[in-house]
């Protein structure tokens, strides 16, 4: 059974700095695409970055720039790094598989 654990969120002000974390477990991560996706309250799910399985990546206008998408094969783990954060980036962070997998999400609130 997949399990997708994200975890590193929290409460951060405006300008700082944030790494979430995507564990996965019960699949073959190297060969599978990833992304992440955010939910602020009242709006719909949209995509962040994503992640393929040798590396490419691509990004939301919103974050370029700011946010950089990782993973390490060897430790089944996706990573997002979040600099210069914004109030506006505030929402629930939520890792996905190409395989239809999701995380249950982690809390990113920035605010002064």
């Known amino acids: 059974q997949v399990q997708l654990v994200e975890s590193g969120g929290g409460l951060v002000q405006p300008g700082g700095s944030l790494r979430l974390s995507c564990a996965a477990s019960g699949i073959d991560f190297s060969i599978y695409s990833f992304g992440w996706y955010r939910q602020a309250p009242g709006k719909q799910r949209e995509l962040v970055a994503t992640i393929s399985r040798v590396g490419n990546t691509k990004y939301a206008d919103s974050v370029k720039g700011r946010f950089t998408v990782s993973r390490d094969n060897a430790k089944n783990t996706m990573y997002l790094q979040m600099n210069s954060l914004k109030p506006e980036d505030t929402a629930v962070y939520y890792c996905?598989?190409?395989?239809?997998?999701w995380g249950q999400g982690t809390q990113v609130t920035v605010s002064s």
């Open positions: 996905n598989c190409a395989d239809g997998s």
